[in-house]
């Protein structure tokens, strides 16, 4: 195992669109146990293979951030059952300090293969719809910024800048 270099917005290889998993096999089931190795080193709850680096339809999550409830959602794919919006303060391990309340539909049904191929479907509410919706977003090369208005989103990359410095 491996920890693996998260890209920092506005790398622009965090736009990239990931592609279908065709075969969870061997290569797949290394990169996610990096993937959790990665994501926990970092302190996240939620990882997405774009912010690896890797542009394919992997997310590990690990709600609970203790190693406790690790999570693989491949090719994972949302039907939103409760268009109703809540907010939920997010944050990205791409967007590093950086802590903004998003709106997003508060119940989604999840369709996603497993680590051995295996495919699931779960009722999601709270943190778990909130977290499934971030990481497809990745999947997509799509960012939480990206639902800030754009003199919010500028003063976020200037402070990024800042913290970089
Ligand atoms: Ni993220």
Known sequence: ??????????????????????HVDNDIRC???DMFETMWDAKGIGLAATQVDV???VVVMDLNGDGSSPRVFI????????ATCVAYEEGCLSIPDI???IERPSRVVIRALDEDGISFQEDA??????CIQHEIDHLEGKL????LSAMKRQRIRKKLKKNRE
């Open 1 to 22: 195992m491996s920890i693996m270099q998260i890209l920092k917005y506005p790398d622009p290889r965090l736009r990239l669109k990931a592609s279908h998993v065709n």
């Open 99 to 101: 802590v903004e309340s």
């Open 125 to 130: 509410t709270d943190l778990l719809a909130v």
């Open 31 to 33: 990169l996610v146990s």
């Open 75 to 82: 090719n994972p794919e949302i039907e939103v059952l409760d």
């Open 144 to 147: 939480f910024v990206d639902y």
């Open 55 to 57: 542009h394919k339809r």
